[in-house]
């Protein structure tokens, strides 16, 4: 099925990519998904976590990524809610929501993202029975494995999309910083290198969509994530995890490719009945290079 989106980038149709082409287009398509999204704030330090929810049915909670938002799940909210309440919420430090008290911890960041969490359920008022089902992508899911330690038999499952903090060999991500003094003309090109060095392997996916995230994300992100995925943050929480526990990576995955098997029998080693789907071709940011292929994966470990 094709995702309702925004054209393709103006720039790589006239073959120059560096140019900085946004259209109102692209810019309507974004505002439009969140304005669907009914917003709940919740305490964060000394201000407010952002979180959005879209449609109906057993919650299914999205943690984005490190320098992110809500909007790296922006291919999936709409499709995942003909089946879920979708609940995306901003990270500490990130995207809307507030920066968190120090220090910086995975326990620490969890323990405000469940106690915001169990103010959202209020609020949206899901069936009782109804056990959440959480996925975290790369950061999100480090942080999420903490989350998801902390709701014990609350949560019905656990599926890490494409996260480190494993304690397992990364390959290198060699990453540019946009320079303060950049015109826009070098910012957009300095995001679609990182894009393509980290985030999406087919460098015709760096669309203009893929360029307005990365480009809005990385002007609000006030906390920096990288130390949280070099750290084993994510495998100290995995055995505290009650819930059933789940894989999907994209196939070539910039910070995990040739060793996804290692990460597959990591999961399994923990819960040898982890499902652990790879997404041929696609990269980290693998539910936006292939949503197609990442949104029935997810619903079905999530409706499991």
Not at 116 to 124: N, Y
Not at 169 to 194: G, K
């Amino acid at each position: 099925m094709t995702q309702a989106g925004p054209p393709r980038d103006a720039a790589t149709r006239k073959g120059d990519r560096n140019v900085p082409v946004v259209s109102q287009a692209t810019i309507d398509f974004v505002n439009g998904v969140a304005a669907e999204a009914e917003r709940i704030d919740t305490p964060c330090g000394d201000g407010t976590m952002a979180w959005r929810c879209w449609g109906s049915g057993p919650p299914l909670v999205l943690l984005h990524g490190g320098y992110g938002s809500w909007m790296h799940w922006i291919r999936n909210v709409r499709p995942l809610a003909r089946h879920f309440t979708v609940i995306a919420p901003d990270l500490p430090g990130l995207g809307d929501s507030a920066i968190p008290p120090e220090p910086w911890t995975a326990t620490g960041f969890a323990e405000i993202i469940v106690a915001g969490l169990d103010i959202v359920l209020r609020r949206i008022d899901p069936p009782e029975q109804e056990r959440l089902h959480l996925a975290g992508f790369s950061f999100g899911g480090v942080i999420g494995g903490s989350v998801a330690a902390q709701l014990g038999d609350r949560l019905r499952g656990f599926t890490v999309v494409g996260s480190n903090g494993l304690g397992l060999e990364r390959s290198p991500t060699p990453l540019r910083r946009v320079p303060a003094d950049a015109d826009e003309t070098e910012e957009f090109a300095t995001h679609r290198y990182n894009l393509n060095q980290l985030m999406i392997a087919d460098p015709d996916k760096i669309d203009e969509l893929a360029l307005y995230l990365q480009k809005t994300n990385h002007a609000r992100a006030r906390m920096r994530s990288r130390r949280f995925s070099r750290s084993g943050a994510l495998i100290e929480a995995l055995p505290q995890v009650k819930a059933r526990l789940d894989g999907i990576w994209g196939e070539r995955d910039a910070t995990a490719y040739p060793h996804l098997d290692e990460r597959a029998r990591l999961l399994r080693s923990i819960q040898p009945a982890a499902r652990f789907a790879i997404v041929p071709g696609a990269g980290h940011w693998v539910q936006f290079e292939a949503a197609e292929q990442f949104n029935p994966i997810l619903a079905e470990f999530a409706g499991g």
